[in-house]
């Protein structure tokens, strides 16, 4: 009953039922196809049993402009069942597209309390499912069925004619049982394999800078060689025995026909069927073992689309459902954080106990206050800058934004009252007033201009080729590392978030950065958001109030700036210890 539920609500397959209507259609045009496809030796027994004995041209001719117009309905029905199931892939890819795009944007909250492979790909898994609908293998599959239509027309042919036929459809089926079975866990262990040479390559590519300068370009392509001739290898394995098993389908299938064809002379030598019955035996023997034979063929796609449908099926399975929402009004900026505990991500060792990163933190703030964290390196300040702004989920705790928790909010509508700037930046293809944006399409110009003055990077963005209509994936000239930070910072103060979390956002700025930093900071405080700053460098927090002092994971000290450093002007990294 359980299993029930969760499959009631699981996306993916309510719109694999929600295109129930096509296949059944398809299935009816298959039905239809298959019939027509008697067209051939139906006309072959009537030239051969009834034109050549009878010598009447009229009949040849009325009997060939019936197999026109038969022939004509063959090829349509056959495009409107391909045509059916290319619309079909397109409305699943629809229906579930954008949600894979999404669980790939969220996979990180997701993971830490998900059995799901944080390394999984749906949105490429939804790619092979998807092609394999638009693909030949899967009309093989809808014409199976109407493999005993055409081995029950066999026996009324001969009995002798339709056993030899059901003995070659035997030995066809189990070859066909033999290919799934040795091929399946191959393909399995390739697409496994695939997807960490991506990762690999996708890793590679975006700090290809450092892997050049440090010299480990040929280490990583000798890595990735390493990495991708094991994939070829166990792909040519699971190959080898498909192409076998294709071939053996194909040659067995001729030497069939051929062998239908010596008893359908024999059993004609003794008067028992006419000579138009072997040629139609053959046609239709062939067409029995036809879909067999594609499907051999075509099993690589059909494996590759099945695993892909088991993970799609298993991730949209357990995505978090979508809790009943208000529209909340906007926050005014108090920010309360209760007994805030994280924990490690599951290891390889899954009965391991897994260590708190952070440990019980509570802490409160106004509108307006500016709070400065501090501590060590692994002290869990990046972490603690991810549970604020929801980007994490706590194990236990709760951060509430004027006494709501952050499900509370869509996360399109918490995403516009809170600002966050990572410690590892990236921005994203497109231009440069886009991304300070956050790629809102109703962004007005002004307000952009305004986050752009407030980081300090509006003359410098004005200084690019195209000014603010500048692409970030197309400057002859690349940003430094301060600029894009500053550019980032900018972002994250974009509409005036009533939470802004930054974290190190000073690890790349030079003096006048840290000014436009801290000049950011108190604008953003004057204009009552709440500004959360990770730091290590004590320019960080100059312009805040309060300070958050960090310990392995937990809080040792809360309160006034003054009163946690204790006057002191010695680094932050020295107090924190």
């Not at 795009?101 to 993971?111: C, E, T």
């Not at 004609?268 to 062939?286: D, F, N, V, W, Y």
């Not at 929801?390 to 709760?398: D, H, K, N």
């Not at 002092?549 to 204790?566: I, T, W």
């Amino acid at each position: 009953m359980q299993k029930m539920r969760a499959e009631a609500k699981n996306s993916y397959l309510g719109a694999l039922r929600g295109l129930r209507g096509t296949f059944v259609l398809v299935g009816l045009f298959s039905a239809i196809i298959n019939l027509l496809m008697l067209t051939g030796p139906v006309y072959m027994l009537q030239v051969y049993d009834r034109v050549l004995s009878s010598g009447s041209v009229s009949t040849l001719l009325g009997l060939f402009a019936i197999v026109i117009l038969l022939y004509s309905f063959l090829g349509l029905y056959d495009f409107l069942r391909a045509r059916l199931l290319s619309r079909a892939s397109l409305r699943l890819d629809a229906k579930v597209g954008e949600e894979a795009f999404r669980f790939a944007l969220r996979s990180g909250a997701i993971g830490a309390k998900s059995r799901i492979d944080p390394g999984a790909q749906p949105v490429r898994d939804l790619e092979l499912v998807r092609g394999f609908m638009s693909s030949p293998a899967i009309t093989g599959l809808f014409d199976l069925p109407w493999m005993p239509l055409f081995l029950v027309l066999v026996f009324l042919i001969h009995p002798w004619l339709g056993f030899l036929t059901l003995a070659g459809a035997g030995v066809v089926a189990v070859a066909a049982l033999l290919n799934q079975f040795l091929a399946q866990k191959s393909i399995s262990q390739v697409m496994s394999m695939e997807g960490a040479e991506r990762s690999l390559v996708g890793q590679a590519r975006a700090d290809a800078e450092t892997i050049s300068a440090l010299g480990m370009r040929e280490r990583l392509v000798a890595r990735w060689r390493a990495q991708h001739d094991a994939a070829l290898a166990a792909g040519q394995v699971g190959s080898d025995r498909s192409e076998g098993f294709a071939s053996f389908s194909k040659s067995f299938r001729l030497l069939l026909q051929s062998a239908l064809l010596t008893m359908g002379a024999f059993l004609a030598l003794r008067q028992e069927i006419t000579p138009g019955m072997i040629i139609a035996t053959s046609i239709i023997a062939g067409r029995a073992l036809a879909p067999v034979d594609q499907v051999i063929g075509q099993w690589r796609a059909i494996g590759r689309a099945r695993e892909a449908h088991k993970r799609l099926r298993e991730i949209f399975g357990q995505l978090p459902a979508d809790k009943p929402r208000i529209d909340l009004p906007a926050p005014a900026g108090e920010l309360r954080v209760n007994s805030l505990t994280k924990l490690a991500p599951v290891g390889p060792e899954k009965g391991a106990d897994r260590p708190r990163i952070l440990d019980r933190v509570s802490f409160a703030l106004s509108a307006g206050d500016g709070l400065g964290v501090v501590g060590n390196s692994a002290a869990g300040k990046s972490t603690l800058a991810r549970l604020l702004v929801g980007a994490w989920v706590p194990e236990a705790g709760e951060v509430r934004l004027d006494g709501a928790t952050l499900d509370q909010w869509t996360p399109e509508a918490l995403g516009r009252h809170i600002g966050y700037l990572p410690q590892t930046l990236q921005m994203l293809p497109g231009s440069v007033g886009q991304n300070i944006a956050r790629f809102d399409p109703e962004a007005k110009d002004a307000d952009v201009i305004d986050a752009a003055r407030i980081a300090g990077v509006h003359e410098m963005i004005l200084g690019l080729p195209d000014g603010y209509a500048t692409h970030m994936d197309q400057m002859t000239r690349p940003l430094s590392g301060g600029q894009i930070q500053r550019l980032g910072l900018a972002r994250a103060i974009f509409g005036a978030p009533r939470l802004i979390v930054l974290d190190e956002p000073n690890s790349n700025l030079d003096a006048n950065g840290d000014d436009a930093l801290c000049h950011a900071i108190h604008t953003m405080r004057e204009r009552g958001s709440v500004v959360v700053v990770m730091a290590h460098r004590p320019s960080a927090i100059a312009a805040v109030n309060k300070v958050l002092l960090l310990h392995q994971g937990r809080a040792a000290k809360f309160g006034d700036k003054d009163e946690v450093l204790g006057g002191t002007s010695r680094p932050v990294s020295v107090v924190a210890q």
